[in-house]
C-alpha cells in the first residue's frame, strides 16, 4: 500500500529562521512521483514541485529546496530566510507510476505559521 | 486565462437533499479529481476520471455521484447517502494521470 507521512502537525518560526518540513513515503512502485503542494488561507491548492524516482537530484527555486533520498524513502522541503507569506498548510503527495487507480495519496499536510 | 473554476464558494444544504458542485477546466486537461478535506486532514480521493465518459471510484466514493460528459467539466454530486457531507471538497486537473495536478478554488459545503 502507498502512504505518505508528514510527522510535522504545526511548526512555528520567526521571520527569517529557515525551516525543514519532513515527508516520508511507502510504496512497493519503482516507477512513481512525488509532489508539494502549498495551501494558503484561501484553501487552493498551488503546485510546487513534482519529482520523478529516477531523479534524485536536489531542486532549487528560490528560497525553497527540497531534498529527496530514496535509501530514506525523503522528500524533505526547506524553505530558507522564511516570510510571514509563507504561512500555509504543506502538503506532500505521491503517485504510483507501476499501478493504476491511485491518482495522489496526500500526507496530512504541516501546517506552517511565520510570525514577524 | 486558463484555469480551474468551481461554484458555487459556499455552499449550505439541509439534511435529506442532493447538491451538485460544479467544477470546469479550460486547460484541455483530460484527467480531473475530486477530494474532500476535513479539518486537520490531507486530501482524500472522491473520484476521477481519464477521459470524458469514464470515471473511477477514489478512495471514499461512497455516497457521491459523477459524470464526465464534457472534457471541461466534472460536477460532483453529494447524495443523501453521503452521512457526513460537511466539508471542503477540491476540484482538480491533469494531463495524464500522474502528472502535476491543478487545483480549483474548491467548495465549502456545510448540512444544516
Known amino acids: 500500500a502507498q502512504k505518505v507521512t508528514q510527522a510535522q502537525t504545526e511548526i512555528s518560526v520567526v521571520e527569517k529562521e529557515d525551516v525543514t518540513l519532513d515527508c516520508v513515503y511507502e510504496?512497493?512502485?519503482?516507477?512513481?512521483?512525488l509532489f508539494w503542494y502549498k495551501q494558503p488561507p484561501s484553501g487552493e491548492l498551488v503546485f510546487l514541485i513534482r519529482?520523478?524516482?529516477?531523479?534524485?537530484q536536489n531542486e532549487i527555486s528560490g528560497r525553497y529546496s527540497w531534498n529527496f533520498q530514496k535509501s530514506t524513502s525523503s522528500f524533505n522541503f526547506t524553505i530558507t530566510a522564511s516570510q510571514v507569506v509563507d504561512s500555509a498548510v504543506y502538503f506532500c503527495?505521491?503517485?504510483?507510476?507501476?499501478?493504476?487507480?491511485?491518482?495522489?495519496?496526500f500526507g496530512k499536510g504541516t501546517t506552517l505559521s511565520v510570525s514577524s | 486565462d486558463g484555469g480551474i473554476t468551481q461554484s458555487p464558494k459556499y455552499l449550505f444544504r439541509k439534511e435529506g437533499q442532493n447538491v451538485t458542485l460544479s467544477c470546469e477546466q479550460n486547460?484541455?486537461?483530460?484527467?480531473m479529481y475530486w477530494y474532500r478535506q476535513d479539518p486537520g486532514q490531507g486530501l482524500r480521493l472522491i473520484y476521477y476520471?481519464?477521459?470524458?465518459?469514464?470515471?473511477q471510484k477514489g478512495d471514499i466514493a461512497e455516497g457521491y455521484s459523477v459524470s464526465r460528459e464534457k472534457k471541461e467539466s466534472f460536477p460532483l454530486t453529494v447524495t443523501s447517502a453521503q452521512k457526513n457531507p460537511t466539508a471542503f471538497y477540491l476540484c482538480?486537473?491533469?494531463?495524464?494521470?500522474?502528472?502535476?495536478?491543478?487545483f480549483g478554488p474548491g467548495t465549502r459545503l456545510t448540512v444544516l
Open positions: 486547460l484541455n486537461h483530460d484527467a
Open positions: 482538480a486537473s491533469s494531463t495524464g494521470l500522474y502528472n502535476e495536478q491543478f
Open positions: 503527495a505521491l503517485s504510483g507510476g507501476n499501478q493504476a487507480g491511485t491518482a495522489l495519496i
Open positions: 519529482r520523478n524516482s529516477f531523479d534524485e
Open positions: 476520471s481519464q477521459i470524458v465518459n469514464d470515471f
Open positions: 510504496t512497493r512502485d519503482t516507477t512513481y512521483y
